[in-house]
Structures are given as C-alpha cells and as structure tokens.
C-alpha cells in the first residue's frame, strides 16, 4: 500500500506548518531549544539515565525527528559503556523524507546535531521498524492512529506528549490516548508537555499521573510534567 505523506508547507519564515492540523511543528523560536527545556529537563534528562542500563522514551508526534535527534545528541554525549536508549515514536501523518530534509536543514549547529540528522535522513523509511541506528540507540516510529500505536509500545521510563496543540488535534489528548500511555508507562515513569491545556491535565490525573504546572518554553507562560502515581 502507498504511504500517504502529510500535507504541509514552509512558511515565509521557512518553519514547516501542518495544512491540516494548522500548526507549526516547533515552537518558532527555536525547535531544539523547546525540545531541551520541555522534554529533556521536563523528564529529568540526563539525571535519570545514571546507571541504568535500558532507558525508554515514548514520543506522541514523530514530526521532522527534531526531539530525537536533539535527544540522541544529548545521550550520545552522557551515556555509558554498554547502556541502552530505545526511542519509541507515534506519527499517523509522516513526512515525505525531503520535506523532514528540508525542516531539519536550518539547524546547522552544533556540526554533530547536523551529522545526526543526515543519519536518521538515510534511515527514514526504516524507521518503521526497530532501527539501531547506533551501537547504543534503538529508533522505532509506529505510523498507525496513535491508539493503536500506543498498543504496541513496551513500558517506557519517559514520555514526550509532542502531539498538534489541543485544540486543534484532540484525538492525540483523549481520556483514551492518555489511559493508553499511563498503562504503558513503567514504575516511576514520568511525561512532560509544552501544552498546559485543563482539559489535558485532568485527562492525564484520571489515568493515573500527578501532574504539576512549570514554567513555559519562550512565550508560553506554563507546561506541565508529571510522575506515574
């Protein structure tokens, strides 16, 4: 079957833009940043990879790969001898590869971020299944509805609820969606999201999490992270 490939396009600032969800893909102030402040440290990263020898990430909202990537660069400088990072991904809308090309080449530092990107680029069809991209890293993006994604993900220590804004996708912040990720969430496990929605937060304290508000990325004055209960 042919893979329908999202419909997009670049704006007059060059950010890639979802005709159908009307939304960017990244904050438009800086993607990697955003995915630093809100994910990385929303989830306690790197702190939490200390001695562990598998650590798994669950994504909602594959994207451009801008959070793996920028998370891959960050573990590839912290972790250690013989530890295991699996990055699990949901993506229903995928981009055709010169599009997540195009998206990703305005990011021309760090040089190491760039070399990552053109590694993930060559591998972008295979990500449907497990990818060990690296000796240390494994990459798998389900591009199935995110319910029946989620079905197939293994516990994961920590979430990035990365999905269109709310309001303008609520399928992916469903009471279903959000039970789904607290089932499959290991013991402890923890989420983090730019978006600081009440109707989320409740959705996310029904599954199971205690959910707290911080300080937002950039414009945005809240985010919320939370812990398994």
């Not at 969800?21 to 990244?26: L, V």
């Not at 990537?69 to 995928?94: A, I, N």
């Not at 990107?117 to 299944?129: F, H, N, P, V």
């Not at 039970?179 to 599954?207: K, M």
Request: some cysteine; overall charge negative; charged content about 20%.
């Amino acid at each position: 079957m042919t893979r329908q490939f999202h419909n997009t396009r670049f704006d007059d600032n060059d950010l890639l833009y979802s005709q159908q969800f009307q939304d960017h893909y990244y904050s438009r102030h800086d993607g990697r940043l955003e995915c630093r402040h809100v994910f990385l440290d929303g989830n306690d990263l790197p702190q939490r990879w200390v001695n562990r020898p598998k650590f798994t990430i669950g994504e909602l909202g594959f994207g451009t790969g801008l959070n793996f990537l920028v998370t891959w660069h960050l573990w590839q400088q912290k972790r250690q001898p013989g530890q295991q990072l699996t990055f699990l991904s949901v993506e229903g809308f995928p981009l055709d590869v010169e599009t997540a090309r195009h998206a990703l080449s305005q990011w021309t530092q760090p040089k190491e971020l760039v070399e990552l990107a053109a590694i993930l680029l060559e591998s972008w069809d295979d990500t449907s299944r497990p990818l060990q991209i690296d000796a240390q890293t494994t990459l798998q993006v389900h591009h199935n509805p995110v319910e029946k994604a989620l079905q197939e993900f293994s516990k994961t220590d920590a979430w990035f609820l990365d999905g269109f804004a709310p309001a303008k996708n609520p399928d992916m912040w469903s009471p279903q969606v959000m039970q789904l990720v607290a089932d499959r969430t290991a013991p402890g496990g923890t989420f983090a999201s730019y978006t600081a929605a009440g109707w989320v937060r409740r959705n996310l304290e029904d599954a199971g999490f205690t959910v707290v508000k911080r300080p937002g990325f950039a414009s945005k004055r809240d985010m919320i992270a939370g812990v398994l209960r």
